[in-house]
């Protein structure tokens, strides 16, 4: 059964779940896989070396589906920054006109999207409602709230979603989809009432038969607790939720005893490089990788078409039994014991309690 959510109507999405960008795991064969389930797939843009690999990835997608899907557009501090501006007109040029935008000072970007013809509706990731505010003002059309459970950049303010998503719905002036901790349909359905019009899930769809990941670094994340992340780059006001594995108790060991507190002792070992690895080589020790406190509740590796398709029957399962709370009439209480003022004994069966009295 169809969801009507301000994301399903503007996206034309059956199921209001996005797959968000991911480095090096937001491929062409993630993103179809999602959009033919009935979700949003996306490509991260950066994935590609330079912005023609692209528009090739992008060509390879409209091959494998003809639902829409989204492109990511990440902007990170760099010593050397990419062309953004190249990429977006790329994404511009072979007609998306979904793109999902996060990091620092989008506004060229997002200014770019907006002034194509037709314009891109822009579905913009923050963690804090101080940065939302500000991306309203730039135009974007979606917030992506990302609560602190999430995946990679978690900002510095450690507010989870429970407390987020309230205060988007008590603020925002435009919709927002709930990210960070989702995985399933009653996620789903908690993420809508709390005034969400979907999610954005990471982690989950790593853990998908089509996920361009090693097969040992999937059974890594279903073997895995929700405990089985770390914190690091805290002391660097760059605060990453990552895997917990040797690499990273090595950065964090690092961070809280250098004397100097130079990033440059932990850089090597936050290497991007080696992350990449770690999904091709299956070895979940041989580099940083991102993973959010949802690895607790993922329990096994579909395809995204049963993975949607559970989290469809799950949401509105969840939903109608949630609407059957309401009654016309309080029932009769069912505790045990005796009704207020009523003295007497509940234990007295004539016998008992006179033979407790002996």
């Known amino acids: 059964m169809p969801f009507n959510t301000a994301l399903t109507r503007k996206l034309g999405i059956r199921v209001p779940v996005v797959q968000g960008g991911m480095q090096w795991v937001g491929y062409a064969e993630l993103a179809s896989a999602v959009s033919n389930a009935g979700g949003l797939g996306i490509i991260t843009a950066l994935t590609q070396p330079d912005p023609e690999s692209l528009r090739k990835e992008i060509r390879r997608c409209k091959q494998m589906t003809d639902k829409p899907f989204a492109v990511n557009l990440t902007l990170l501090p760099s010593m050397v920054p990419p062309d953004y501006g190249a990429y977006a007109q790329v994404v511009l040029d072979e007609g998306i006109r979904i793109v999902e935008t996060a990091g620092n000072s989008p506004g060229p970007i997002i200014k770019q999207l907006k002034e194509a013809d037709p314009p891109c509706v822009i579905l913009h990731k923050c963690t804090t409602i101080r940065h939302a505010m500000s991306a309203v003002k730039l135009g974007v059309d979606f917030l992506s709230i990302d609560g602190f459970e999430c995946a990679g950049h978690v900002g510095e303010s450690d507010i989870t979603n429970f407390i987020l998503l ?193």
């Open 166 to 358: 309230s205060r988007a719905r008590q603020t925002m002036p435009v919709p927002f989809i709930a990210s960070g901790g989702f995985a399933d349909g009653q996620g789903l359905a908690a993420a809508l009432a709390l005034g969400a019009e979907g999610v954005n899930m990471g982690t989950r769809f790593m853990c998908t038969v089509e996920a361009p990941i090693h097969q040992n670094i999937k059974q890594a994340i279903v073997d895995a607790q929700e405990t089985d992340t770390q914190l690091v780059l805290r002391r660097w006001k760059n605060t990453t939720r990552l895997f917990m594995n040797k690499i990273t108790e090595e950065v964090s060991k690092i961070e809280k005893e250098s004397p100097t507190g130079k990033f440059e002792e932990v850089g090597p070992l936050m290497s991007g490089k080696r992350g990449r690895q770690v999904f091709q080589n299956g070895d979940p020790n041989f580099g940083v990788w991102t993973a959010g406190q949802v690895i607790g509740l993922i329990q096994d590796i579909p395809t995204c078409e049963e993975l949607l398709s559970r989290m469809e029957k799950e949401a509105t399962d969840t939903l109608s039994q949630i609407s059957k709370l309401i009654v016309d009439k309080q029932p009769p209480p069912d505790i045990a014991g005796k009704r207020l003022g009523d003295k007497s004994d509940p234990r007295d069966d004539g016998v008992s309690v006179a033979k407790a009295r002996l």
